[in-house]
């Protein structure tokens, strides 16, 4: 069997590589490792959901179209029932029943927080100051918040329903009028 003569042998094709080639293409491979096992898809729809949520900030606070307000702010219960389909003595019913709704809501919160808050004191003071067991009870302090500010958001919507008009937290907690949700 006889080759031809343009036709180079295998061993000709094959290029000699050096021993610094080699070691560099190593490294190459084992520094690839990190970004071969990146997670690039949960990262990109993690910075989609992040861009959207700066739009969202950017672009303010929705209005609530459950309810038509007047230029103070106050419920127009008429114009909310005409939207509705509803008579006035329904909304008002409606607006009743999620005031006491709220009532409730802001009560069982706050009695849970302060509950769990002093729990949360008498584990603090039974448990040694040491690294690997303090770290549960002091990350057990945002729940304790959590429960604070749900009930003062319950706080704030019964205020709001209370009224009849869109009130900030801060004329909330400014206001001379009854403090506690009724």
Not at 93 to 98: A, D, H, I, P, T
Not at 145 to 165: E, G, I, P, W
Request: hydrophobic letters at 45%; aromatic letters at 14%; a positive charge.
């Amino acid at each position: 069997m006889r080759r031809d003569k343009w036709k180079p042998r295998r061993s000709e094709t094959l290029k000699r590589v050096s021993l610094l080639n080699r070691a560099w293409s190593g490294v190459k491979w084992i520094g690839s490792v990190p970004g071969r096992a990146f997670p690039k898809p949960e990262v990109a729809e993690g910075g989609r959901m992040l861009s959207g949520l700066i739009g969202a900030v950017r672009r303010g606070a929705r209005r609530d179209t459950r309810f038509r307000v007047d230029e103070d702010r106050r419920i127009d219960l008429e114009a909310t029932a005409f939207l509705h389909g509803m008579k006035v003595w329904q909304v008002d019913g409606l607006l009743q029943r999620r005031r006491r709704q709220t009532a409730l809501a802001a009560y069982i919160f706050c009695g849970s927080a302060w509950a769990l808050f002093a729990y949360w004191l008498f584990e603090i003071a039974t448990t040694p100051w040491t690294s690997w067991s303090i770290a549960p009870v002091l990350e057990f302090a945002p729940f304790c918040m959590f429960l604070f500010l749900t009930a003062f958001q319950s706080a704030l919507q019964n205020y709001q329903l209370r009224t009849r008009r869109l009130a900030t937290a801060w004329e909330y907690l400014t206001t001379p009028e009854q403090f506690w949700p009724s």
